[in-house]
């Protein structure tokens, strides 16, 4: 039987507008950014001393679209009910080290291959997710391949923006050399491109581009020495001019930047005055140097475990040189966290870690509390946040590996990287994990008071509906016992019980841990 054409056309013009009208739909849904409405919810921003009560945050794929009381979402859109929790950025730790895995830097040298260590930094990445940690620096270690892991979703961390290998003269801070080595010897971490001895400008050239090339965002020198070490002493000014220059140059040529490893006051200047943007740990930090930082855009970041008593008591240390080493250290350092309150220069937070993941837990909530302690919890947290969002901006617009975003701040048009956290963190540092306590800290997995852990617009972690405690286990410290700390740091003696919590003395666990951190400053 033929059917007429003429009946036929309306039927096939209905069918082809019906098919159309539904692709048109279904491509509307799927072309529709995902909505995440937060409602209710008291706001840290990053930057404001103060929270701004009941707001509703629109989040729009990876990006804060709208903010405000009466901000509505869209009918297809999640909405999570904050319930007066504080929303606030995702937190930014402006140096750690997550290839340094090893039980300290030797043992990396001697025993580590590319699997352990690769096997080690996942398990660092993942800790520092679980921290409330979005977004970290890599100051020494890592390249390209972990973050690229990272952002392809086949495993969890933050956003790493790496340094490749560190870069330092023979005798310096980067040589991490057997002391039987010979001179420019091919060593595991050279190998791995974790660390390079360079001497001269051509050398460091050579290192810095490399970096570059194997996925680095900034390059890091290793300026002065370190206290704990053997050959390399504190006060050394460990590169030349030359060197610095042409590590600039290179970083430059990449429109990126160099932070520099530095301790001395000539040190901090020549870095200054040749172009190094961030200034790593700064102890001899004074208001010269405040100035010419203020002058040239420039930024520091502090580690304050650095300053713990309890490295006094370390085996590491008790050779007569090392003993020497410290002496003067302490004497040339005192001045440092009353001059960093004083000038309060534009100031990441660091923790510094050498070890793995389980050794680095106790340190990161210690360095969250010290923080606080020794600059009032508001500076913490801008440390923690928008500061670090600048730094991380640092690294320009070419080997920014996340080039698009606005970190560590809640404002419109920022990048999704959100923390929803019970209670009021200008309050009391300890809901986003801090921790008096270091060594004799009770081992935790994340922070319970940490809700929600969104990176990208994704989330990590979301604990809304479970029933846990208000606050972790953690006692604050009185004023007096604070008060306390920070004269005993400053003098960086004695008290090391009361400091580190550890009662019953040190464990041979905490000594080892000790020893890891003291091996790096
Ligand atoms: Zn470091």
Redesign the pocket.
């Known amino acids: 039987m033929r059917i007429s054409k003429k009946l036929m056309m309306p039927v096939l013009a209905l069918t082809v507008s019906a098919a159309l009208l539904s692709s048109t739909l279904v491509n509307a849904a799927e072309d529709a950014p995902n909505q995440i409405l937060f409602k209710n919810v008291n706001i840290f921003d990053g930057k404001s001393d103060e929270l701004n009560n009941g707001q509703n945050v629109l989040v729009e794929g990876n990006v804060i679209k709208s903010i405000g009381k009466d901000v509505k979402a869209g009918a297809n859109a999640t909405v999570i009910d904050g319930a007066g929790r504080t929303l606030m950025p995702g937190l930014i730790d402006n140096?750690v080290?997550l290839t340094l895995n090893g039980k300290n830097l030797l043992d990396i040298e001697a025993n580590m291959t590319w699997e352990d260590l690769a096997i080690g930094s996942v398990a660092m990445a993942k800790l520092y997710l679980e921290e409330g940690f979005t977004t970290v620096r890599d100051?020494?270690g890592t390249n390209g391949g972990l973050n690229r892991a990272i952002k392809s979703g086949l495993i969890e961390g933050p956003r790493v923006y790496s340094s490749g290998a560190f870069i330092g003269g023979r005798g310096g801070h980067a040589d991490f050399a057997l002391f039987t080595s010979r001179q420019g010897g091919d060593t595991n971490m050279s190998r791995l491109n974790i660390s390079h001895e360079a001497n001269g400008a051509d050398a460091v050239t050579a290192v810095a581009r490399n970096n570059f090339r194997q996925g680095a965002s900034q390059i890091k020198i290793m300026q002065t020495g370190g206290v704990a070490s053997l050959f390399d002493p504190w006060q050394l000014n460990g590169m030349t001019v030359d060197e610095i220059k042409a590590a600039v140059q290179i970083a430059n040529d990449y429109q990126s930047y160099v932070a520099a490893?530095s301790y001395t006051k000539d040190a901090m200047l020549r870095a200054l005055d040749l172009g190094v943007k961030t200034i790593?740990h700064g102890f001899m930090f004074d208001g010269d140097i405040n100035k010419k930082m203020k002058k040239n855009g420039a930024y520091i970041t502090t580690n304050l475990t650095a300053f713990s008593p309890l490295l006094a008591k370390i085996p590491a240390l008790n050779a007569p040189q090392n003993q020497y080493k410290l002496k003067t250290a302490t004497a040339a350092f005192g001045g440092y966290l009353d001059n960093v309150r004083k000038y309060k220069p534009k100031r990441g937070h660091q923790t510094?870690c050498v070890g793995d993941a389980n050794a680095c837990q106790s340190q990161i909530a210690y360095e969250k509390s010290l923080n606080g302690e020794f600059f009032g919890n508001h500076a913490a947290l801008v440390s923690m946040t928008s500061i670090g969002g600048e730094i991380a901006k640092l690294s320009g617009p070419v080997v920014n590996p996340y080039p698009e975003t606005t970190l560590g701040v809640i404002q419109k048009g920022a990048t999704a990287d959100i923390l929803l956290v019970d209670g009021n963190p200008l309050k009391d540092l300890s809901v986003i994990g801090a921790n008096p306590k270091w060594f004799d800290a009770a081992p935790r997995k994340g922070v319970k008071t940490i809700r929600i852990i969104m990176k990208d617009g994704k989330i990590y972690k979301n604990t809304l509906n479970e029933k846990v405690a208000a606050t972790p286990a953690v006692t604050p410290l009185t004023k007096e016992e604070a008060l306390a700390n920070f004269e005993a740091f400053k003098a960086n003696q004695v008290a090391f019980e009361k400091l580190s919590g550890c009662k019953g003395g040190l464990t041979d666990d905490k000594l080892h841990a000790l020893h890891q951190v003291a091996e790096?400053h």
């Open positions: 140096h080290h100051m020494g490893h790593e510094d790096m």
